[in-house]
């Protein structure tokens, strides 16, 4: 004699959050698997024909199935999507950006204080070629 619980079977299914159109077509699913009903049955059931059942069968098939396939073991590497490498791009060139809108800001500063310093030299003999 076994202990513990009695298997629910497939009320399981009433614990999932999905709607109560979903549950009630998986549960049909499952019970045309477990053979408790026919095709026919499950298709007056869902009001649905024999051809739909068929797919959304083996559509809900192939999904569990790619849901169970095994996936690598820890954490998944870090990829940066486009989207983020175009930000980091431009995050970039942003502050290139100000650094030299600063310096042109310091420059015009500097020619307005000391307009002489932009003056040529009186005794430079490259300005008096000019």
């Known amino acids: 004699m076994s202990r513990g619980r009695p298997p629910k079977g497939v009320n399981h299914v009433d614990s999932i959050e999905a709607s109560v159109q979903a549950r009630q077509r998986l549960k049909v699913l499952l019970q045309t698997l477990s053979g408790e009903l026919s095709v026919q049955q499950a298709c007056e059931q869902l009001k649905l024909s024999e051809p739909r059942f068929h797919e959304l069968r083996q559509q809900w098939l192939e999904d569990a199935?790619?849901?169970?396939?095994?996936?690598?073991?820890?954490?998944?590497?870090?990829?940066?999507?486009?989207?983020?490498?175009?930000?980091?791009?431009?995050?970039?060139?942003?502050k290139n950006l100000y650094r030299h809108l600063r310096a042109a800001q310091i420059r015009e500063e500097i020619a307005i204080a000391m307009p002489h310093v932009l003056l040529p030299r009186k005794d430079d003999p490259d300005s008096k070629k000019k």
Do not use: F, M, S, Y
């Open 65 to 94: 199935c790619a849901a169970l396939e095994p996936k690598p073991v820890g954490r998944p590497k870090q990829t940066l999507l486009d989207a983020e490498l175009e930000l980091l791009r431009l995050h970039r060139e942003n």
